[in-house]
């Protein structure tokens, strides 16, 4: 079965400090990892992804994740959170031969001023 | 460029009536996903199409949910006979084709809420 994780609900950052929101999953095989971001009463907006290649891949407003295959993670990252980050954050994992997604249950972010 | 679009925005109704809701996909995109989200937790997988045929409806909760997309374009979600546990954001995504690589474009959802 696929799925993924994410550990903490909540996760608050001073504005100009690094953030690092938590994603592990669990498929059979090798993974298709996403990352997407949700404002308040908005659509789901896409970030990143991971394919293949580059454990580092970087993504939409300055954001950045690490494929880490031995720890079966995916770590959203950026060097320096803005105000404007504040929002939920999705991890999702599709395997190669899969169409749907797996979300985890999102990561509220809150970046203080 | 017009991303997924879905109406209505908000749909209030009571237990036991029928709804529809709509979702227009991006331009050329071949895939159509439907997703329910409930509060305080991540969209959960409904219903897939790629083209006009239900690729995979496996998350469909019970046969009171139908869906269909009769022209490959536009698809309409269909809850029969709605229950208070319906109530939730229900997301519409497209993609240019199912699988693989590429990433799902959302729409904004439907807050649909059961009396």
């Known amino acids: 079965a696929q799925s993924v994780a994410q550990p903490e609900d909540q996760v608050n950052v001073a504005e100009g400090n690094p953030l690092t929101v938590k994603c592990t999953y669990s498929?059979?095989?090798?993974?298709?990892l996403f990352w997407y971001v949700q404002y308040p009463n908005r659509g789901l907006q896409f970030l990143l992804k991971y394919i293949t290649g580059d454990n580092l891949v970087k993504g939409s407003y300055g954001f950045e994740a690490e494929f880490n295959k031995s720890q079966t993670s995916f770590h959203l990252k950026k060097p320096s959170a803005l105000v404007s980050d504040s929002a939920l954050y999705f991890c999702a994992v599709r395997d190669l031969t899969g169409n749907q997604f797996y979300f985890g249950t999102g990561t509220s972010l809150t970046v203080i001023p | 460029g017009a991303g997924v679009s879905q109406t209505p925005s908000n749909k209030v109704t009571e237990k036991g009536k029928y709804v529809e809701l709509r979702c227009d996909p991006i331009s050329g995109h071949t895939a159509l996903y439907w997703y329910r989200q409930s509060l305080g937790q991540g969209p959960e997988f409904l219903i897939y199409?790629?083209?006009?045929?239900?690729?995979?409806d496996s998350g469909l909760p019970n046969d009171r949910f139908f869906a269909v997309r009769p022209e490959g374009s536009v698809s309409t979600l269909k809850i029969q006979r709605t229950e208070r546990g319906d109530s939730a954001v229900y997301l519409c995504?497209?993609?240019?084709?199912?699988?693989?690589?590429?990433?799902?474009?959302f729409g904004p959802g439907t807050r649909l809420t059961v009396l």
């Open positions: 995504a497209s993609s240019i084709v199912a699988g693989g690589i590429y990433e799902q474009f």
């Open positions: 498929v059979s095989g090798n993974p298709y």
């Open positions: 199409f790629q083209g006009t045929g239900a690729a995979d």
